[in-house]
């Protein structure tokens, strides 16, 4: 399996192109903004042919980079059920001090037709196995992605588990008692790399040794 990653300009989210080894097929993990010229270089370079967008979950930074992916592949979006209603307004879903930056982010923004990802289905796109896990806790319909081809896997942590730090808890629709639940349900996981949403990838087992939040 192949994991390939480009940062989106707004707030450095990492944005995911991930192919099964022997196909040019491939899938997306997130959409930040302005991420398309990112991917349009990576589908080049690898020569790539994305398959499905999935989103880790629906805060702006990872969702507004959607209206030019689509525009460039038509391809089905999929996404935590419970954070759907983000898409609508997204503007509206961060605390207020958020709002200056999102405004000029969300002019042109309509929200596109998304599919839901419920907690432990399974989707197979792409030569990949794709299971939802649900994460709740940094937002209602946080998801961990576990992606597995060929006896391989990885998990796509988005803003639940980063590097030695976990997700906030203080915006709108988090929950720190659902976080903590989560974090629990994170430390049986199997020792396979993480892609978090932003900063550099890790190991579970590595997370489980150092990251304090564990």
């Known amino acids: 399996m192949d994991v390939f990653v ?11 192109a991930v192919r099964a080894d022997g196909t040019d097929e491939c899938v997306f993990v997130d959409a930040g ?30 969702i507004l980079g959607l209206t030019t992916v689509l525009a460039r592949w038509d391809v089905p979006v999929h996404l935590g059920t419970p954070d759907h209603y983000r898409l609508e307004k997204p503007a509206e879903t961060l605390s207020p001090q958020f709002a200056p930056l ?57 803003d639940v588990v980063f590097a030695g730090a976990m997700g906030r808890v203080d915006l709108p629709g988090g929950d720190a008692e ?12 199997p020792d396979v790399p993480i892609y978090p949403g932003h900063g550099p990838r890790s190991r579970v087992g590595h997370e489980l040794a150092t990251n304090p939040f564990l």
């Open 33 to 62: 903004f302005d991420c398309a010229p990112g991917l349009e270089r990576l589908v080049a370079e690898e020569q790539l042919a994305p398959q499905a967008v999935f989103l880790t979950h629906g805060h702006p930074d990872h």
């Open 102 to 158: 999102l405004e000029p982010l969300v002019r042109d923004w309509k929200a596109p037709a998304v599919a839901g990802l419920e907690d432990g289905q399974t989707l197979e796109i792409a030569g990949l196995s794709i299971t939802a896990v649900a994460a709740p806790g940094h937002t209602e319909g946080s998801t961990l992605l576990r992606v597995r081809a060929d006896g391989e896997e990885v998990i796509f942590t988005g």
């Open 178 to 189: 659902a976080m903590a639940a989560t974090l629990r349900a994170f430390t049986t996981l």
């Open 6 to 16: 480009t940062q989106a300009e707004f707030l450095d989210v990492n944005c995911y």
